[in-house]
């Protein structure tokens, strides 16, 4: 559904060259040096046909709410989405899109050091300077108007947004906004949803907080419900023109 993609709308980077590739579910928008589309879906096409192959052995490990476990041998995607999830106690596929923009990152960035991969709200950030990523949150009046500033000693980074009121994921949680820094992107993701399945109301955001700092990999948190916020670790808060 298109609208669930509308903050793309406000997303630019000039001094990059921005594109769209969709491959059935994955749906990225690319920011790079230059117009590096056919790589991108070359590794997407590839990533899509791992996690396939996989799944047609191991349905369970596309429908399990809770961590899989899987072969030492298996494919770097699968390990990947499997040990997040285990750190962050959830089904491995709420790890797939920070995967999948890792993957991709990581592939592209011999060709451009300056990359930006969205999967979905989840992204893959390579910078050699301050990049700075809107929030969208949906109902939340901070939506639109608040950013997180990143710094490119940070980079490579993963920046992920789990959401119980905008968009198609699965989350038990009612918050508008979580987003999890890592430089482990599919982990990034995993946390964002295992947090976000903590916040049934505002009252709950401490303790989501608390949960997310507690797992190793995770450098920063920022939950939005309504008209609260609470942040974490190292996330500077810049307003949106």
Request: with cysteine.
């Amino acid at each position: 559904m298109e609208y669930e993609r509308t903050y793309r709308k406000s997303m630019h980077a000039e001094d990059l060259v921005g594109f769209r590739v969709t491959l059935s579910e994955t749906d990225l928008f690319v920011y790079a040096e230059g117009d590096l589309r056919r790589e991108v879906e070359a590794v997407a096409l590839r990533e899509r046909r791992i996690l396939r192959s996989y799944i047609k052995g191991r349905p369970d490990f596309q429908w399990s709410l809770e961590p899989v476990a899987v072969e030492a041998d298996a494919p770097l995607l699968i390990r990947r989405m499997a040990q997040a999830a285990a750190k962050a106690g959830v089904g491995p596929m709420a790890a797939v899109a920070g995967a999948i923009a890792e993957a991709v990152g990581e592939a592209l960035l011999p060709a451009s050091p300056e990359l930006i991969i969205e999967n979905g709200g989840d992204i893959f950030l390579a910078s050699s300077r301050p990049r700075r990523v809107g929030l969208y949150a949906g109902r939340s009046p901070f939506s639109g108007r608040l950013g997180l500033r990143i710094d490119p000693t940070l980079t490579p980074l993963g920046i992920c947004t789990s959401s119980g009121t905008v968009g198609h994921a699965l989350s038990f949680g009612e918050a508008d906004a979580v987003v999890v820094l890592s430089p482990d992107a599919a982990l990034a993701d995993a946390v964002a949803t295992a947090a976000g399945n903590l916040v049934k109301s505002k009252d709950h955001i401490p303790r989501a907080i608390e949960f997310a700092a507690g797992i190793e990999g995770i450098i920063g948190i920022l939950i939005v419900c309504g008209d609260q916020l609470g942040a974490w670790g190292q996330v500077e808060l810049v307003p949106l023109p």
